[in-house]
């Protein structure tokens, strides 16, 4: 064999090692894509843990800072071949600085959804939403001492980089303190996500709020905003970190004026 067909076939099998070197750069980099859009999907059936701090800053007649750390477990169940029920709970430790400072549980809200198994680019869940009357101490000021329930809707569509979709949610209060006011109250939740190359994205989620019995000036909370995030490896393990900031362009007249949301999501065996 002359030594031009040996060149020729070490360039070959050089070239054939590298292509496949490449695909399988390329197949990780689509996997870690998948799961990053897999862990921004709240209907996704996997297991998370989120740890989401809101300081809310501006709050009050001294303009301090309001701030919720909000542990938020998702958790799927099978019911069927065809259908899901995914528990999302959200347990908010709250730092109240006014009228008197305090630090305590606040109320504890619980969604249970119903999800097909079976979607596309498209995925829809539905069923009841819960608060609970948990506030402790003076954080009963900024709680509702009432017991509610109500509807909650999800979708989600994803398509290319992009995963977007909402959470929406309505309360009313049906017992609880007679000396507190009924609760009538929604939440909408944009879930806007751009993903970017090695687990990196771009994401904006506000949590926008209307209570229905407070008048014109006091009814809205509707913060406008966005950060970045990043998914990565920890051991054998995958979470996220994201940070968001966001201005209020409509708040109660005590209410905050911006905020700074920082969420570590841990991604766990199902």
């Given at each position: 064999?002359?030594?031009?067909?040996?060149?020729?076939?070490?360039?070959?099998?050089?070239?054939?090692?590298?292509?496949?070197?490449?695909?399988?750069?390329?197949?990780?980099?689509?996997?870690?894509?998948?799961?990053?859009?897999?862990e921004?999907?709240?209907?996704?059936?996997?297991?998370?843990?989120?740890?989401?701090?809101?300081?809310?800053?501006?709050?009050?007649?001294?303009?301090?800072?309001?701030?919720?750390?909000?542990?938020?477990?998702?958790?799927?169940?099978?019911?069927?071949?065809?259908?899901?029920?995914?528990?999302?709970?959200?347990?908010?430790?709250?730092?109240?600085?006014?009228?008197?400072?305090?630090?305590g549980?606040?109320?504890?809200?619980?969604?249970?959804?119903?999800?097909?198994?079976?979607?596309?680019?498209?995925?829809?869940?539905?069923?009841?939403?819960?608060?609970?009357?948990?506030?402790?101490?003076?954080?009963k000021?900024?709680?509702?001492?009432?017991?509610?329930?109500?509807?909650?809707?999800?979708?989600v569509?994803?398509?290319?980089?992009?995963?977007?979709?909402?959470?929406?949610?309505?309360?009313?209060?049906?017992?609880?303190?007679?000396?507190?006011?009924?609760?009538?109250?929604?939440?909408?939740?944009?879930?806007?996500?751009?993903?970017?190359?090695?687990?990196?994205?771009?994401?904006?989620?506000?949590?926008?709020?209307?209570?229905?019995?407070?008048d014109?000036?006091?009814?809205?909370?509707?913060?406008?905003?966005?950060?970045?995030?990043?998914?990565?490896?920890?051991?054998?393990?995958?979470?996220?970190?994201?940070?968001?900031?966001?201005?209020?362009?409509?708040?109660?007249?005590?209410?905050?004026?911006?905020?700074?949301?920082?969420?570590?999501?841990?991604?766990?065996?199902?």
């Amino acid at each position: 064999m002359t030594m031009a067909r040996l060149a020729t076939l070490a360039l070959a099998g050089l070239l054939v090692l590298t292509s496949a070197v490449a695909a399988e750069e390329a197949g990780e980099k689509d996997a870690l894509t998948e799961l990053a859009k897999q862990e921004q999907n709240p209907l996704a059936r996997i297991i998370r843990l989120q740890l989401e701090d809101n300081a809310q800053f501006g709050f009050g007649p001294d303009n301090e800072v309001l701030n919720f750390l909000r542990i938020q477990p998702v958790i799927p169940f099978d019911l069927s071949e065809d259908w899901s029920l995914i528990a999302r709970p959200v347990i908010p430790i709250v730092h109240q600085p006014w009228p008197e400072s305090a630090d305590g549980l606040g109320d504890i809200g619980l969604q249970l959804l119903l999800s097909p198994e079976k979607s596309g680019k498209f995925i829809w869940g539905a069923g009841p939403a819960f608060l609970f009357p948990t506030a402790t101490g003076k954080i009963k000021f900024i709680s509702t001492e009432k017991w509610s329930a109500g509807p909650a809707v999800v979708g989600v569509y994803t398509s290319g980089p992009w995963v977007v979709g909402a959470i929406v949610n309505q309360l009313w209060s049906f017992a609880g303190d007679d000396s507190r006011p009924d609760v009538s109250a929604m939440t909408l939740r944009p879930v806007i996500n751009y993903n970017l190359p090695d687990g990196w994205y771009l994401t904006s989620s506000p949590s926008i709020a209307a209570n229905w019995k407070a008048d014109n000036d006091n009814r809205w909370l509707v913060p406008l905003g966005g950060g970045v995030a990043k998914l990565f490896p920890i051991g054998s393990k995958w979470m996220s970190i994201s940070l968001e900031a966001f201005y209020h362009v409509k708040s109660p007249e005590i209410g905050p004026d911006w905020q700074l949301r920082l969420q570590l999501t841990f991604l766990l065996p199902k």
